[in-house]
């Protein structure tokens, strides 16, 4: 192995000319050739615009096939959707009834207080007294017959 670049060098040890002898005098600044340089594409404009596609006789079935397919993924995501989108919805309903029974409440309880403090008895004595109102005596209260005895008044 230690002959070998020593033949190709061509050195005088070895009798042979050197490799680089045959060669003419390169450029140190000019670049080497890129790879495929030599190479031409042309490219010829092709216009399809008369061609008129052939039907496929299977393509009208595979459609088909392509939208029921479609239509039974749809069906199935609604049936499986539907439930849970309505258990939403009433939970939704369900605590607006609930605000609105606290809201009630609330009211309610502000109309009991109100009551009580307009039929509060002080509030009915300063009322009578503004109108003039006294309590009636023993000989002015009529009392209705209570014996019941069933007599009802006939229209003729």
């Known amino acids: 192995m230690a002959t070998l670049p020593a033949f190709f060098r061509g050195t005088a040890e070895t009798g042979f000319p050197a490799w680089s002898d045959s060669e003419p005098e390169r450029d140190p600044f000019r670049l080497r050739t890129l790879p495929q340089e030599d190479v031409f594409f042309y490219c010829k404009k092709i216009d399809n615009g008369r061609l008129v596609r052939e039907a ?46 606290r809201q009630l409440r609330d009211e309610e309880r502000t109309l009991e207080v109100q009551e009580a403090e ?39």
């Open 56 to 101: 496929d006789p299977q393509a009208r079935g595979a459609c088909w096939s392509a939208i029921g397919a479609a239509c039974v993924l749809l069906a199935v995501l609604t049936s499986v959707l539907v439930p849970n989108v309505a258990s939403t919805l009433a939970g939704y309903k369900l605590q607006a009834l609930r605000v609105e029974e």
């Open 118 to 156: 307009l039929l509060s008895p002080q509030r009915l004595e300063t009322l009578a007294q503004g109108q003039n109102l006294v309590a009636p005596l023993s000989g002015q209260v009529v009392r209705l017959n209570a014996k019941g005895d069933n007599a009802v008044a006939m229209v003729k």
